[in-house]
């Protein structure tokens, strides 16, 4: 069973600030994505990397795929409220649509 | 257009019963995943049908069932309702059932067996 777990689990800072999530799994994956997911809602792609060592911008957040394919982390900069949200790293094996999900970070950034 | 589509939003069900869900994927989407999130964890893949059959299913018993009609809609069913079956439950599309597919989510059905 291929496991994906994700730190920390819950992150509460102020505006402004930077912060790290990290997605590590002893399992090789084909690709990686990284979900947000506000309540109520399912869960919104943010990027998918594929890829090892391969890093992808998207305005101020910076996702990286590991060498070896197996972890995977989300830094943010400069937080701003509107990023508060739940985030989901999801490992695809190659097998079709089915994800694996870590447990997710919950992100709350103060004002 | 509409993004993924799932009714109903909302269900209080008590043990023992059975549920159905419905889920409607993006017209043109031929591929169909459920997936449930229990509170404060990611979500669990259940299974996943593509041209109306079923392409992966995962390590749930066999009280949950699914299938996809013709017009690639979708219905989770699951018999004999546990407390444990509390969840969101998440419907996802894609064009294709191929690797790298964007996954595109509803917005689920909140189950609450009491």
């Known amino acids: 069973t291929q496991l994906l777990e994700q730190s920390p689990q819950f992150l509460s800072i102020q505006e402004g600030e930077n912060l790290t999530v990290y997605c590590n799994s002893s399992?090789?994956?084909?690709?990686l994505q990284w979900y947000r997911q506000e309540p109520g809602e399912g869960p919104v792609l943010l990027v998918t990397v594929v890829t090892g060592g391969e890093v992808k911008k998207l305005k101020r957040l910076t996702f990286q795929f590991g060498d070896a394919r197996k972890d995977s982390s989300l830094h943010i900069t400069a937080a701003q409220p509107g990023d508060t949200g739940l985030y989901l790293c999801a490992g695809e094996d190659g097998a079709g649509n089915m994800l694996t999900f870590g447990g997710g970070t919950r992100l709350m950034v103060k004002p | 257009d509409a993004g993924v589509t799932q009714s109903p939003t909302h269900l209080i069900k008590t043990r023992g019963q059975h549920v159905t869900l419905r889920c409607s994927p993006i017209s043109g989407h031929k591929s169909v995943s459920w997936y449930q999130q229990v509170l404060g964890q990611g979500p669990q893949f259940i299974f996943q049908y593509y041209e109306k059959e079923e392409r992966g299913r995962g390590n749930f018993p066999d009280r949950f069932s699914a299938r996809q009609f013709p017009n690639y809609s979708s219905e989770l069913n699951v018999n004999a309702l546990l407390l444990g079956d509390s969840a969101l439950y998440l419907c996802?599309?894609?064009?294709?059932?191929?690797?790298?597919?964007?996954?595109?989510f509803g917005s689920g059905t909140q189950l609450s067996v009491l």
């Open positions: 996802a599309s894609s064009l294709e059932d191929s690797n790298n597919e964007k996954l595109f």
């Open positions: 399992s090789v994956f084909s690709s």
